[in-house]
Nanobody, 115 residues
Framework: QVQLVESGGGLVQAGGSLRLSCAAS????????KAWYRQAPGKQRELVAA???????TYADSVKGRFTISRDNTKNTVYLQMNSLKPEDTAVYYC?????????WGQGTQVTVSS
């Protein structure tokens, strides 16, 4: 299966920005949906943002207007631009690719937002 590697996480103060990247080991031609999930301490994993093969995007209500998902197919990379970060955004962020018979996850990257 395709291997996914996230990067770009770190420690940032509230109101700051981070840009996460998810690099795939190979072409993702079998993938219909590329998404970012996150899991905060004591909470279930939740969908943050997703982009379909035709370019449609969806966002969790909690991040609408602040986060933007995008892709660069020539680089096999998906991005998550996170602006106006809040302490509630603190979580491990995971990249996810899904398609027919395909479900791949990255190892996760930690995002910590301090007050």
């Amino acid at each position: 299966q395709v291997q996914l590697v996230e990067s770009g996480g770190g420690l940032v103060q509230a109101g700051g920005s981070l840009r996460l990247s998810c690099a795939a080991s190979e072409s993702t031609f079998r993938i219909n949906l590329k998404a970012w999930y996150r899991q905060a301490p004591g909470k279930q994993r939740e969908l943050v943002a997703a982009i379909t093969s035709d370019g449609r995007t969806t966002y969790a209500d909690s991040v609408k207007g602040r986060f933007t998902i995008s892709r660069d197919n020539t680089k096999n990379t998906v991005y998550l631009q996170m602006n106006s970060l809040k302490p509630e955004d603190t979580a491990v962020y995971y990249c996810n690719h899904r398609g027919p018979g395909v479900a791949s996850w990255g190892q996760g990257t930690q995002v910590t937002v301090s007050s």
